[in-house]
């Protein structure tokens, strides 16, 4: 599959790749494109899968209404899957820093910092 984080790839056959896959489609548009990634190639990959896979699922988290959002406000599309993936990732990281045994909501946090989000207060990150 040809990965073109400026278009949304195919719901299914995006599905029917299995991890690996799509984590490797991603990595490889990003170098065709020379587009950076940062220090640390896969997890950038990783980012953009997690969101695409949440796009192409119509998860019911608030992904693909931001990511629509975030586009209208004047991202291109690959810069709005970024913003949402370092939502995702931020959580991710503070979660793996709180204390052991402490609860935390993820969904709920995804939620609520996604409606925050802007493409305003994301260009001045």
Same mark, same amino acid.
């Given at each position: 599959m040809h990965y073109d984080a400026s278009k949304a790839p195919d719901p299914q056959e995006w599905l029917e790749l299995d991890e690996s896959e799509r984590i490797d489609a991603v990595i +490889?548009?990003?170098?065709?494109a020379k587009k950076p990634v940062g220090q640390d190639k896969t997890l950038h990959a990783i980012a953009h899968v #997690? %969101?695409? =896979? /949440?796009v192409a699922t119509g998860d019911a988290t608030v992904v693909l209404a931001t990511?629509? @959002?975030? =586009? @209208?406000?004047?991202l291109d599309r690959h810069d709005a899957i970024h !913003? #949402?993936?370092s939502v995702l990732m931020g959580i991710v990281l503070? %979660? $793996?820093k709180s204390p052991e045994g402490k609860h935390v909501d #993820? &969904? !709920? /946090?995804?939620? @609520?910092?996604? !409606?925050? $989000? =802007? +493409? !305003? &207060?994301? @260009?001045?990150?």
């Open positions: +490889a548009y990003h170098k065709c #997690i %969101v695409e =896979t /949440q990511l629509d @959002r975030l =586009t @209208r406000e004047g !913003a #949402i993936g503070d %979660v $793996l #993820i &969904n !709920a /946090q995804y939620g @609520r910092e996604l !409606a925050e $989000l =802007t +493409a !305003a &207060n994301w @260009r001045s990150s």
